[in-house]
């Protein structure tokens, strides 16, 4: 007769020693380390969990339906909603979908934009779950450096796209501007701020005897058991499956850089973090890359006459006084740094249908006008061809797809996105079942639960 697992002699499996007195507990939605929107009933035989039953939805938004109420641009916002911890990557995924179905293809410079600002997210991402992991075990002190590390990062986003965690960065056709001056020395320095954090996180953590004793072959599930549930990103590479969307299915400028894909055996929640740690270093390499061999794209250069005021050039336009408008540099405000003509020609897709005109244009010539309106005005807009299209990029947590469907129509007849998350809170039980009521904490930290795209 086999041996019985460790599960089954947690469980009683076969064994016989059940009490038959378990207790049932029920574990949130109102618990600080069920984030408030999962509940968690819990049947347990003194400090064991024989049984485990994941409850979700408490925080439903209807992102699915809200997408197929106004243009194929305004869904935009509500992917920052989804992952909200990496909204940069939900924002490009999404119209890389769009992008699709039109058939259309961005410029080179986009291409390796989206892929920085992914990595950028990716990073933050990872920070922040293994940030608040470790505290949630008492670990304070690295929740502290982690958070410190993310805002530099916050920083470099904030610099780029206005915001600091909703940004609605991403446009079908491109991204909303172009990289600020300056941008590639601060992104140096962030990087080289994080590394120094990532380093002394390991050497309080990595190696240390309580968050050893509390993760490893904690939250154990197995390879076969991964696959099966569909479980994608570092839950399954830390199940020893090498699996990455940048490296199965490139897009974007992944297929340009070099970069491994980390990878552990044991399954648990320690392989999980390590997987993560790895990961943020390979993100920040494929940043530092793209960032050095990012192309130019058309380069500015010196028109004759003297830039203007926005209004002053607004108010010429509307007076025909046209001539030679457009051709005049106009001296844009702070909040629309990053898209005057150029700027906007080296990062989106040369396509009228689709991108906005640039301020100048818009401002300078009838035609513009009219472009800038036919594409926001009711019943006009992008109008895709009738069709479907899936895109998937790899998210922080995994395999993030967005599946449309358009009817011809300025609006998405269909809107489904494959949140990365909901896999492996599908599995949840299977890795807490079995293990200690104080083990259920740090298992559901590894699996990186973000509300905003499980409960979309």
Same mark, same amino acid.
């Given at each position: 007769?086999?041996?019985?697992t460790? !599960? ?5 499996? %076969?064994?016989?020693? %059940?009490?038959?007195?378990?207790? @049932? ?37 209807a ?47 986009? /291409?390796y934009?989206? @892929? ?48 600091? #965690? ?12 172009? #990289? ?13 701020? @994080? ?8 050497r ?21 058991? +991964?696959?099966?549930?569909?479980? +994608? ?42 997987v993560?740690?790895?990961e ?15 192309? %130019? ?8 006459? !003297? ?9 010429q ?13 106009? +001296? ?17 897709a040369?396509? /009228? ?5 640039p ?28 069709g ?8 922080a947590?995994?395999? #993030? ?28 039980? !299977? ?11 740090? +298992? ?9 795209? #499980?409960?979309?």
């Amino acid at each position: 007769m086999a041996e019985p697992t460790r !599960r089954e002699i947690m469980l009683g499996e %076969g064994s016989g020693t %059940g009490s038959g007195q378990n207790l @049932t507990v029920g574990m949130g939605p109102a618990h600080p380390a069920m984030h408030g929107i999962i509940r968690i009933l819990a049947d347990l035989d003194g400090e064991i969990i024989r049984k485990a039953d994941v409850e979700i939805g408490y925080l439903h938004r209807a992102f699915e339906k809200d997408c197929e109420v106004g243009g194929w641009n305004n869904a935009i916002p509500y992917t920052d909603r989804l992952n909200y911890v990496s909204p940069l990557i939900n924002n490009f995924a999404y119209a890389n979908a769009v992008e699709k179905l039109l058939g259309i293809d961005v410029t080179e410079r986009c /291409k390796y934009i989206r @892929t920085i600002m992914s990595e950028i997210s990716r990073v933050c991402d990872h920070l922040t779950c293994i940030g608040a992991s470790a505290m949630e075990l008492g670990a304070f002190t690295v929740f502290l450096y982690m958070i410190k590390a993310r805002e530099f990062l916050w920083e470099l986003v904030e610099d780029v796209t206005g915001a600091r #965690l909703t940004i609605s960065y991403g446009r079908v056709g491109g991204v909303k501007a172009d #990289l600020p001056e300056g941008f590639d020395a601060k992104l140096r320095e962030a990087f080289k701020q @994080t590394r120094e954090v990532l380093d002394e996180v390991h050497r309080l953590l990595t190696g240390n005897r309580i968050f050893m004793d509390r993760m490893v072959g904690v939250g154990v599930i197995s390879r076969e058991e +991964t696959i099966a549930y569909a479980i +994608t990103g570092p839950l399954l590479r830390a199940a020893g499956v090498g699996f990455d969307v940048r490296r199965a299915s490139p897009h974007w400028a992944y297929d340009r850089v070099e970069f491994e894909v980390p990878t552990q055996k044991d399954g648990d929640n320690y392989a999980r973090y390590l997987v993560r740690m790895a990961e943020m270093e390979q993100a920040m390499r494929i940043a530092e890359q793209a960032l050095a061999a990012i192309p %130019g794209g058309p380069i500015n250069v010196d028109f004759e006459g !003297r830039p203007i005021d926005p209004a002053a050039y607004v108010d010429q336009g509307k007076q025909g006084k046209t001539e030679g408008l457009l051709l005049v540099p106009i +001296t844009l405000s702070p909040n629309l740094g990053g898209q005057d003509r150029k700027a906007l020609e080296r990062v989106n897709a040369h396509d /009228k249908r689709v991108v906005l005109p640039p301020k100048e244009t818009a401002y300078g010539s009838i035609e513009g006008l009219m472009n800038h309106f036919m594409l926001i005005m009711e019943g006009y807009g992008i109008r895709p061809p009738q069709g479907e299209a899936y895109f998937a990029s790899e998210g922080a947590n995994g395999e #993030l797809g967005f599946y449309i469907v358009s009817d011809g129509g300025d609006r998405p007849y269909r809107v489904r996105c494959r949140p990365p998350c909901l896999p492996p809170m599908a599995a949840l039980h !299977r890795m807490i079942e079995g293990g200690m009521i104080a083990d259920l904490i740090p +298992t559901f930290g590894s699996v990186n639960m973000i509300g905003g795209e #499980l409960d979309r």
